[in-house]
């Protein structure tokens, strides 16, 4: 089956500067892959997705980049605020119409102000 | 749109009880998965219902099972409950067409003692 890496699994940044998240895929039929940011006690949101027939995507502070051929994606989030902290999980599909995702390990972010 | 609601929120149970969670979906969405969030193993894939028929299931044992009835709405049931079964139950609706967005629920807090 799928398995996905995430890295790191904690980043530190300070407010203001960008915050870059990676994560590897096993599964070349995956196509999609989504990026979801849980605060405490709250449930997972999605805040960004990219499908394989795009190799960016990018949503005012958040992009996202998909290497197809390497099976990697990143997260990247430029001018980080302090709302930003909160832990972040990438994830992918299961091809040929599957709802199951697998998720990365997901990656602590704080935001020094 | 309603987002996807979950009942209970919190549950306390003990070893070898049984328990019974439900979610029901946005209006509209006729795929509903469950995932199981522990701060050891992350969120790990439980199944998904797609007009209520299990289309997908990971690797759980058969004690965690469920259904979908024809609103969509969604159980999930754990019979004879472990110490490590404890966990957050998350549950994400979907259209269902394996690379649209799924939106996760707040959540069952289920604490086995």
């Known amino acids: 089956g799928e398995n996905v890496e995430q890295h790191p699994s904690t980043l530190s940044v300070q407010e203001g500067d960008s915050a870059v998240i990676k994560c590897t895929y096993s599964?070349?039929?995956?196509?999609?892959f989504p990026w979801y940011k849980q605060e405490l006690g709250k449930r997972p949101q999605l805040i960004i997705d990219i499908r394989s027939n795009v190799g960016e995507k990018k949503d005012q502070r958040i992009a996202v980049t998909l290497n197809k051929t390497a099976k990697h994606f990143s997260l990247h989030i430029t001018e980080t605020q302090p709302e930003d902290s909160a832990v972040y999980f990438c994830a992918a599909n299961a091809p040929f119409g599957n709802e199951k995702l697998t998720f990365g390990t997901g990656t602590r972010l704080t935001i020094i102000p | 749109k309603a987002g996807v609601t979950q009942t209970p929120r919190y549950l306390i149970k003990t070893r070898g009880q049984q328990v019974t969670l439900s979610c029901s979906p946005i209006?509209?969405?006729?795929?509903v998965s469950w995932y199981q969030q522990t701060p050891g193993q992350g969120l790990q894939f439980l199944f998904e219902y797609f007009s209520e028929t299990q289309r997908n299931k990971g690797n759980f044992p058969g004690r965690f099972s469920g259904r979908q009835f024809s609103n969509s709405r969604s159980e999930m049931n754990v019979s004879t409950l472990e110490l490590g079964d404890s966990a957050l139950y998350l549950c994400?609706?979907?259209?269902?067409?394996?690379?649209?967005?799924?939106?996760f629920g707040p959540g069952t807090r289920l604490t086995v003692l």
């Open positions: 994400a609706s979907s259209a269902g067409q394996g690379t649209d967005t799924q939106y």
């Open positions: 209006s509209g969405h006729r795929s």
């Open positions: 599964d070349s039929a995956s196509n999609y």
